[in-house]
């Protein structure tokens, strides 16, 4: 190998001849080659080999290999793995909890600036980092940070080139891959899609996305995103959610991209390759660089088939069940779709497994959690469908249950018993690299001297070594090794800019179905007079278990009604109804304490219909139980025989009552959905139905005064009644008996209106919509 003839070149001349200031950071330029960012802070210096430069980031003095970006991201990632220390390593394995952008005055995203909160400080600014965050980037050897809101583009800037002036000063120069999860939704709520804030564009997500039943669409919005994505500093997507919607009672189903294997598939395809290819000068090499954004798709091996409906973030829903044998359709959405783009970087960068137990699936006959899983990350994702990407386990596998069922806490879903420090160490031992929502690096080295006792210390560096270079590897081939930094004016510039919240818009536009349109009673294109009911909202809780206000008030801002109609209180001066409302909401989403403390298993059904429902068709005996430390006497989950109501069932009396007061004038409902819902209720006694899945009430009212016309189409069947969605098998599609309305029209898979009538259009043909 030949000597390079290396210097180190001063500060003075790059400032004269290389390079440019920008804020607070400095760009060097190589002609033909990678520009250099870097933070006169950080105490890194710049080298000079063959005329070409680059950053010594562990100011050793000498051009290291994982230094030459000229060498390819598997390279480079190789020969910084050497270089790590175990505790290094470590902290490459921690994934952040959620941040705030500034942090939260109190709760668990709570952050102080030298000991005060944000509001109480007189120096500190929105970017600024917080105690907490310097601790566990400099302690903890965290370099993965979750994201949530942000204030605006400007400071996500600021903030993320903070971060990176402060970890480029530390050990070996390893910049943050700072993470989000979906942003573009045009509500922002849960902990899986809160990422609000920064005037970003707004565009369909999950079923909306999967009306429009186009692909390209979804690739549009990935290309778009990718690039708002990397102005806020952030290069990895905690996306798709690529869950087949098997399960219509499903929390999540929302989020999916409807039950079709095919659709699904195609659109998962398409928003990644969106999100991680680069081109052109943005290209650093296979489709990767600088707006490339890595997806971490999820969640393996498909989250869908939870049992009853329940959800995997309570202990109450810890099991999927397979009782049509239907896993390897789940499975086919990430084989066929994640892992065989069409883009040149041929697959997504990383996979996180679902917080669930896939009940029954093991040949081992284990029943633990997905990421506790060796058959299934080990055997059958690494080995079987040959994935060398990154695993990321969902956020608090390893932590603590609460005391009861319905507590939001720890999800160690079959790994109760065991310690934290345990849970770790199987994780990775089936094959897992890191953990999700774990700010501290204790646990991790616990794992790694538990291995070290059982396997020796060769074997544990070895795998902690396996782990580091897929970790790394991602963070090289988006750039961010040679420049992390933004420019703020220009996030600014580029975040939600109006070319792209007009495409969102459009997009939005696609997705709204009409389901029912009685004698052509839309559009309403004349300025009618229009009344709006408001709707009452019982107290309840929200994500997190807060109780909530009742309240009366209008589901939609009447200043944007006021754009298309006069509006009026009394329904006797109106010429139509316009009914905003909700799908039917199960508050306790499948438990009830109060049901448990009176001697019951604490299980309810739920429900798809406002009124009272009673489950006389439920199954007898659950196919999974067990919750081996808080409620180990419960062996049977079943809920058959007993009886919820809505918690938004005052929706369905406001249609009805409207109903009633016009007087046979038309009433039209517009449908916000999270699930599939029972139309029986309400459909014959109303005129037009509009149904969109959490995009915005324009979109809505543009498709009602026929400023646009209808094209979305059914991603999920909507079923007749709720015995149909208790016979349904919870991991297999297509399998309800569906609703059939007045006109005659049945709501399945592929339905919709436009204003000629059914739609029948390439996309009912290309995915067999019958």
């Not at 950080?42 to 010594?56: C, E, P, Q, R, V």
């Not at 402060?166 to 899609?193: K, M, S």
């Not at 009830?592 to 439920?618: E, F, H, W």
């Not at 599939?676 to 324009?698: C, D, K, T, Y």
Request: with cysteine; aromatic share 10%.
């Amino acid at each position: 190998m030949k000597r390079r003839f290396l210097t180190i070149v001063s500060l003075t001349c790059l400032l004269q001849v290389q390079a440019q200031t920008t804020e607070n950071h400095i760009i060097v330029k190589n002609a033909n080659g990678a520009s250099l960012g870097y933070s006169p802070a950080s105490g890194i210096k710049i080298i000079t080999a063959n005329g070409l430069k680059f950053k010594d980031l562990n100011r050793n003095g000498r051009l290291d290999r994982y230094e030459d970006w000229r060498l390819s991201p598997k390279e480079r990632a190789r020969d910084l793995t050497t270089k790590m220390s175990v505790e290094q390593i470590a902290g490459l394995m921690l994934y952040s909890a959620h941040q705030m952008i500034p942090a939260a005055e109190n709760g668990f995203r709570m952050g102080t600036y030298n000991g005060v909160t944000f509001a109480n400080s007189r120096t500190a600014r929105p970017y600024d980092l917080t105690d907490q965050q310097k601790k566990f980037l400099k302690e903890d050897n965290l370099r993965h940070v979750l994201i949530t809101r942000v204030q605006d583009a400007e400071v996500a800037a600021r903030w993320n080139n903070n971060v990176q002036a402060y970890v480029e000063g530390i050990g070996l120069g390893i910049p943050a891959n700072n993470c989000t999860d979906p942003r573009h939704t045009a509500a922002a709520t849960t902990e899986f899609n809160e990422g609000a804030g920064g005037e970003i564009s707004m565009w369909p997500d999950g079923l909306a996305m999967a009306a429009t039943f186009d692909a390209e669409t979804v690739r549009q919005f990935g290309n778009i995103a990718a690039r708002e994505y990397r102005a806020l500093g952030l290069t990895t997507a905690l996306s798709p959610q690529v869950d087949l919607g098997t399960e219509p009672r499903w929390y999540r189903i929302a989020y999916t991209l409807g039950e079709s294997p095919a659709l699904a598939t195609d659109m998962a395809r398409a928003y990644i390759d969106g999100f991680q290819t680069s081109s052109g000068l943005d290209e650093i090499s296979d489709g990767w660089g600088y707006q490339s954004v890595n997806c971490m798709v999820k969640h393996w091996p498909g989250g869908g088939p939870e049992e009853g409906g329940r959800d995997g973030h309570w202990a109450y829903g810890k099991f999927a069940v397979y009782p049509g044998n239907n896993l390897n359709t789940h499975i086919s959405v990430f084989t066929e779709g994640a892992f065989k783009l069409q883009g040149k970087t041929s697959k997504a960068a990383a996979v996180m497994p679902y917080y669930t137990i896939s009940y029954g699936q093991d040949p081992n006959g284990q029943n633990v959690a997905n990421a506790y899983s060796q058959y299934l990350i080990t055997e059958q994702l690494r080995k079987k469908y040959n994935y060398n990407g990154v695993v990321c386990t969902d956020w608090m596998v390893t932590h603590d249950e609460g005391p009861t069922p319905d507590i939001f806490a720890g999800k160690p879903w079959g790994a109760e018993a065991i310690s934290v420090n345990q849970r770790h160490y199987n994780v990775l031992m089936a094959g897992v690299d890191q953990f999700g929502g774990n700010n501290d690096i204790k646990p991790v080295l616990a794992a790694y001297e538990i291995g070290v006792k059982e396997h020796g210390k060769k074997f544990m560096r070895d795998r902690f070594e396996l782990s580091a270079a897929r970790i790394l590897e991602n963070i090289f081939r988006v750039g961010l090794f040679e420049n992390p930094y933004l420019v703020p004016s220009q996030s600014k510039a580029v975040v939600g800019n109006a070319d792209f919240m007009k495409a969102g818009y459009d997009a939005q536009v696609r997705s709204v179905i009409l389901l029912k349109n009685q004698q052509h009673v839309l559009p309403v294109t004349a300025r009618k007079i229009v009344y709006v009911p408001k709707i009452y909202t019982p107290a309840g809780k929200d994500w997190w278990g807060n109780m909530t206000q009742p309240r009366l008030d209008y589901p939609v801002d009447t200043n944007l009604v006021k754009k298309y109609y006069d509006i009026t209180e009394d329904p006797a001066k109106a010429d139509l109804a316009i009914v905003f409302v909700n799908s039917p909401v199960s508050a306790d989403g499948g438990y009830s304490l109060s049901d448990r403390r009176a001697g019951g298993n604490g299980y309810i059904p739920v429900t798809l219909q406002y009124g009272t429902y009673t489950a006389t068709d439920a199954r007898a005996q659950s196919i999974a139980a067990g919750d081996p430390v808080i409620d180990p006497t419960i062996t049977n989950r079943s809920y058959k025989g007993k009886s919820v109501t809505a918690a938004n069932t005052m929706d369905l009396r406001t249609i009805l009552d409207t109903k009633a007061m016009m007087r046979g004038k038309p009433v039209i409902v517009v449908v916000n959905a999270t699930k599939p819902m029972v139309f029986a209720e309400f459909e014959r006694e109303v005129n037009g139905i509009v149904l969109h899945f959490g995009v915005s009430n324009q979109a809505a009212l543009d498709i009602i005064s026929g400023k646009k016309e209808p094209s979305g189409l059914l991603p999920v069947q909507m079923p007749a009644n709720m015995s149909t969605v208790e016979k349904q098998q919870e991991d297999v599609p297509f399998d309800m008996e569906c609703y059939r309305d007045s006109e005659g029209n049945v709501y399945n898979f592929g339905f919709g209106l436009s204003w000629k009538g059914v739609i029948k259009d390439a996309r009912n043909e290309k995915y067999n919509v019958k």
